[in-house]
Nanobody, 115 residues
Framework: QVQLVESGGGLVQAGGSLRLSCVAS????????MDWFRQAPGKQRELVAR???????NYADSVKGRFTISRDNAKNTVTLQMNSLKPGDTAVYYC?????????WGQGTQVTVSS
């Protein structure tokens, strides 16, 4: 069983920065790929960033060069550093992983970017 708890969302002006954190409980964190997804009102949930167990990363084109995903396996934590935020980044951000063929999601954290 895995529980994911996000924190760090909030309201920021365009051009600002936020740092999201996701803490995972349960075992096996270090061997899992970890993702950040987001869902804006009226839109489908989309993958923002992924980090593998060996710390390779990939990003959605819309956030490349602005967002950085990282992980600390000793603390069971994955972090999303978001810089140069735009109003289009406004969404609920979710931490996600798959373990034993089952999807696990956090409760989500709201990020709002004002123009």
């Amino acid at each position: 069983q895995v529980q994911l708890v996000e924190s760090g969302g909030g309201l920021v002006q365009a051009g600002g920065s936020l740092r999201l954190s996701c803490v995972a409980s349960g075992s096996g964190f270090s061997i899992n790929d970890m993702d950040w997804f987001r869902q804006a009102p009226g839109k489908q949930r989309e993958l923002v960033a992924r980090i593998t167990s060996i710390h390779s990363t990939n990003y959605a084109d819309s956030v490349k060069g602005r967002f950085t995903i990282s992980r600390d396996n000793a603390k069971n934590t994955v972090t999303l550093q978001m810089n140069s935020l735009k109003p289009g980044d406004t969404a609920v951000y979710y931490c996600h992983t798959v373990m034993a063929f089952r999807n696990y999601w956090g409760q989500g954290t709201q990020v709002t970017v004002s123009s």
